[in-house]
């Protein structure tokens, strides 16, 4: 069994960005910028943002952090979101999620400008992913996907399970996945019989938000698990939704949480920001 050490990947991933970055801001005069808006006071969503923020100050980009109380109306969240679409300081533009029951995500998501849409949930580029257009692909399914080019198994004619079926992560992971031409399952919660089905997965991939959901008796002998769950115990401590102990001696890779799926969200979300950027430089 190899560990996929997604801090590892994500470090070196990181570092061949700010070489770009600093190219680019040679080239361009100045460098990417990316807005965050953050609405109310999760904790995990804060800590989420402080990684973000963080990670454009290694990477050497501009980033701006715009906090906003829970009780903001989505009137007032859409004008800010306006105001960033138009300000041609900003390349990439982020909100949050999840947002309080009192605003309508889809909504708010409609409202950031498709060209500095970095998480890519926009329906412009949900579309676009789904037709094999150029898009700006989601940063957790990216990841993934970085993640198992790593590993150098080769992808195409695999059997990938994909559980979860949710927009940010286990359907756009299965349209990957289908690009690197695996033969794809998405099974979720009304799947008959999901241990057989896993047990078919020479790639298998959980995001389901369930601790330690994955047991040894739904994994092939030999196969790549990429283990998206971020979950927190009673303890404070984090694990997936695969039963790590048990399950990473069958595997030829995986993926450990905390380290693993998680840096790799916030590495591609710098590289989604330098593409916005570049594009949008592009294009004046
Ligand atoms: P959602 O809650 O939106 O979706 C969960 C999916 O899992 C649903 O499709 C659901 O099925 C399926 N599911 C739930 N229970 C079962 C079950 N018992 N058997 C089979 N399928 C099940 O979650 P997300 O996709 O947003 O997130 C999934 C996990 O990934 C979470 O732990 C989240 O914290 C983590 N995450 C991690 C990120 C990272 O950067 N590492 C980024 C984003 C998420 P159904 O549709 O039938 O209800």
Known sequence: MELIDGKALSASVKLQLKERVAALETEYGRKPCLAVIIVGENP?????????????????????LIELPESVSQEDLLAKIAELNADDAVDGLLVQLPLPKHIDEDAVIDAISVEKDVDGFHPGN?????LGKPCMVPCTPKGVMMMIESTGVPVAGKKAV????????????????????????????RTA??????????????AIGR????????????AVVIDVGINRQADGT??????????????????????GVGPMTITVLMSNTVDCFIRRMNKQ
């Open 162 to 189: 994909v559980i979860g079926r949710s927009n940010i992560v286990g359907k756009p992971v299965a349209k990957l996945l289908l690009d690197a031409n695996a033969t794809v399952t998405i099974a979720h919660s």
């Open 211 to 222: 601790p330690k959901f994955v047991a040894a008796d739904m994994v092939k002998p030999g």
């Open 193 to 206: 019989d999901l241990p057989a089905v896993c047990r078919e997965a020479d790639i298998l991939v959980v």
């Open 126 to 130: 949900v579309a676009a992913l789904w």
């Open 44 to 64: 995990a969503s804060q800590s989420y943002v402080r990684g973000k923020i963080k990670a454009c100050a290694f990477v050497g980009m501009d980033s701006r």
């Open 238 to 259: 984090l694990c997936g939704d695969v039963d790590f102990d048990a399950v990473a001696p069958l595997t030829s890779h995986i993926t450990p949480v905390p380290g």
